[in-house]
C-alpha cells in the first residue's frame, strides 16, 4: 500500500480541522485547547496538529494533517511540510481580511508550494462574495505562486475530496 502525506493549512477558523474530519476513516488526533485570543470568535484552537487518514478506492493511503493557524505557532510549519506531496490552502472569506491571509500562508509555505502541489479552498463566498475568487487569484499571483483556488464549504466530504482530486491531478501533469 502507498502512503502519502497531504498538509492542511490556514487561518485560525477557516475550516483545518473540520475539513479533516469531513474525511478522514480514523478517528481524528486533535490537540485543541481552549482558545485564549479574544480577536478569535471559536472556543477551542489548535495548537499542534490535527491527524486523520482517508483511503482512496486505488488503494492509496492518504496521511491528513492540519497546521495550527495562529501566526504564533508558525514555528511548527517547517516541521509538518515534511515528507508532504500537497498542501490545501484553507481561506475563510468571512475573515477581517482574507487576502491578507492567502499572502501569510502562501509566503510561509512557499518552499513546500514550489516543491509539491498546492491547492486553495475559500469558504463562507455563500455570505461573504468579496473578495472574489479572481481577486484571491490576483493577490496569489501578486507573491509569485499559482494554484488552483476553488470555492468549498469544509463540512461537505464532497468538497474536500474534490481538493484532493485537485492536488493529486496536479502531481500527476508534473510527472
Excluded at 92 to 107: C, E, H, K, M, Q
Excluded at 109 to 120: D, G, R, T
Excluded at 149 to 155: A, E, K, L, W
Amino acid at each position: 500500500m502507498i502512503e502519502r502525506k497531504l498538509l492542511f493549512t490556514g487561518a485560525t477558523g477557516a475550516g483545518k480541522t473540520t475539513a479533516i474530519a469531513a474525511i478522514s476513516e480514523t478517528k481524528m488526533v486533535r490537540t485543541d485547547v481552549p482558545n485564549s485570543d479574544p480577536t478569535v470568535s471559536k472556543a477551542l484552537t489548535t495548537v499542534g496538529l490535527d491527524y486523520g487518514e482517508i483511503t482512496l478506492d486505488n488503494g492509496e493511503k492518504f496521511r491528513l494533517f492540519g497546521t495550527p493557524g495562529q501566526q504564533r505557532f508558525a514555528f511548527t510549519w517547517p516541521i509538518l511540510s515534511r515528507g508532504a506531496i500537497g498542501l490545501i490552502i484553507l481561506i475563510d472569506n468571512s475573515a477581517a481580511d482574507p487576502l491578507a491571509d492567502i499572502v501569510t500562508y502562501a509566503r510561509g509555505f512557499q518552499p513546500l508550494i514550489e516543491s509539491a502541489a498546492c491547492v486553495v479552498g475559500v469558504g463562507r463566498l455563500e455570505t461573504h462574495v468579496r473578495p472574489s475568487l479572481d481577486d484571491h487569484s490576483r493577490t496569489l499571483a501578486s507573491v509569485g505562486l499559482l494554484c488552483p483556488i476553488i470555492p468549498v464549504d469544509v463540512r461537505q466530504k464532497a468538497d474536500v475530496l474534490l481538493l484532493i482530486d485537485i492536488l493529486l491531478t496536479q502531481l500527476e501533469n508534473k510527472r
